[in-house]
């Protein structure tokens, strides 16, 4: 067995892969089902709870996640001392979120919000009870057992959601999801682990992963306002049914982003930090790991803007149309976000996360001025300004992160080149297939999808980014 670092490396990107695509295909699944049993308007309320409650969980977590992984060295004090604090501030916030309900309920003037955000905050209190754990697997490069855990969670909390939304709970199956998956998780993480922490507590400790940690938190916190203010603004002034829509397609544009992008970037992390010392070893691996996520997720985001209005109509129904110029319109910050997300591990590795921090600030503003002239135009308009800005940033952001590893951008740019002429390829072919089929019935996406799939894989042969070597398929990134 293969037990370099590279080895292991590559295990860890394996599992996270199966996992991902395993976990993404039962969400998609269950997405199906609820999008046919329920409204737009149930995803919009949950939606709207979602913004106010995921705010606090951003906060719970302190950043020590990332502080654990990132720290040469680790010891009990550390890990036992963190415990406690995520588990007391866990519970603090998911008490605000209790008494603050009515007011989140008020703020959107509906009333039956109140109970939805305070069953929505156990899941809160629930998942803190594992952050070490989960923080240890990563770590160590366990993502075996992480995937595996993350399926069980995903297969329950669908399962659940389904049979709720079946029996008639509208929009509380979707709390139900939530809730159910974060207890699944948090027990799985600690029935496997074989760590436990200690009654005791260590300032010492605590003050050793401060200085990290509240960079991450803070980040995390000014991060997460960024990527929801549109979703708060939608639901504020354009109401439930605008937001259910809204969500169905950023979600959508998200999936190349979840399921390559965030998987890449959650196994590059640990992979980096031990580079952090050899910069030009740093820029190979980090080009590499940009270079795979170009080659999978532009093709996909390509597929995604022509094949939109038939995706909709065949996976979720017609009555979600009118999320298909949202998708579109976000496709264009997708093709930049799939590779411009993995600037924040840069940041992290080479232990700058005050940096980042800094950059996250003046997003959130920008962000906020652009999405509030927006929400003027409608929900387009929000799309419209979401989109144009965070096309922008990419670019701003990768200058000032590769300056810190020595990254000249043009290089960069230039390692993506294949990958976007591979991306332009299978978006073309399958613009040229909608004049020859009909992409709204089955038979014909499946045609299409089918032809675009193996137009693709002859690609990637074609470029020798995929080979046959001593008997087995290779995938080679270093070009």
């Avoid at 309320?45 to 990132?70: C, E, K, N, R």
């Avoid at 139900?176 to 400790?205: E, Y």
Wanted: proline letters at 3%; a positive charge.
């Amino acid at each position: 067995m293969n037990k370099t670092p590279q080895g292991r490396a590559g295990r860890a990107l394996g599992w996270s892969f199966a996992g991902q695509l395993t976990t993404q295909v039962v969400s998609f699944l269950a997405a199906i089902a609820l999008a046919r049993l329920l409204s737009p308007t149930d995803f919009g309320l949950v939606g709207m709870v979602a913004v106010f409650v995921g705010f606090l969980g951003v906060l719970s977590d302190t950043g020590v996640t990332a502080a654990l992984i990132q720290r040469q060295r680790v010891e009990e004090a550390h890990l036992s001392s963190v415990f406690w604090l995520n588990v007391g501030v866990g519970a603090a916030l998911a008490c605000t979120a209790w008494l603050a309900a009515p007011l989140v309920a008020d703020f959107y003037d509906q009333a039956g919000l109140t109970a939805v955000v305070r069953w929505s905050a156990l899941a809160l209190a629930i998942g803190t009870l594992s952050v070490v754990q989960y923080a240890l697997a990563v770590r160590q490069l366990e993502f075996k057992r992480i995937t595996l855990i993350e399926i069980g969670s995903v297969i329950s909390s669908a399962a659940v959601a389904v049979a709720m939304a079946m029996n008639g709970y509208g929009f509380w199956s979707l709390v139900g999801q939530t809730l159910a998956g974060s207890i699944v998780k948090a027990a799985a993480l600690w029935l496997s682990a074989g760590w436990r922490p200690k009654a005791a507590w260590k300032s010492a400790a605590v003050k050793d992963v401060a200085a990290f940690s509240l960079s991450i938190a803070g980040f995390n916190l000014v991060n997460y306002f960024s990527r929801n203010v549109d979703y708060l603004l939608i639901g504020k002034y354009l109401g439930p049914e605008a937001l259910g829509y809204y969500t169905l397609a950023y979600k959508l544009m998200l999936y190349p982003l979840q399921n390559v992008s965030a998987v890449v970037a959650r196994v590059a992390f640990p992979l980096l930090a031990r580079l952090q010392s050899d910069a030009a070893a740093l820029r190979r691996q980090y080009l590499r790991i940009t270079r795979g996520i170009g080659l999978v997720t532009f093709p996909m985001v390509g597929g995604l803007f022509v094949l939109a209005d038939s995706i909709v109509a065949i996976v979720f129904g017609d009555r979600w149309q009118q999320a298909v110029p949202l998708i579109r319109i976000l496709c264009a910050t997708a093709l930049f976000q799939s590779v411009g997300t993995t600037v924040g591990v840069i940041y992290q590795a080479v232990g700058k996360p005050h940096i980042q921090l800094r950059m996250a600030c003046i997003l959130a503003l920008l962000l906020f001025v652009a999405l509030a002239v927006g929400v003027q135009f409608g929900v387009q308009g929000v799309a419209v300004a979401y989109a144009g800005l965070m096309v922008v940033w990419a670019n701003c952001s990768f200058l000032v992160a590769f300056r810190l590893i020595g990254l000249p951008i043009r290089r960069f740019y230039a390692s993506l080149a294949p990958a976007l002429a591979i991306g332009a390829a299978i978006t073309i072919l399958a613009a040229i297939l909608r004049f020859a089929v009909d992409a709204r019935t089955i038979t014909g996406f499946l045609i299409i999808l089918t032809s675009c799939a193996l137009a693709y894989a002859a690609l990637l042969c074609a470029c020798r980014y995929v080979r046959w070597v001593d008997g087995r398929v290779t995938i080679m990134l270093d070009k």
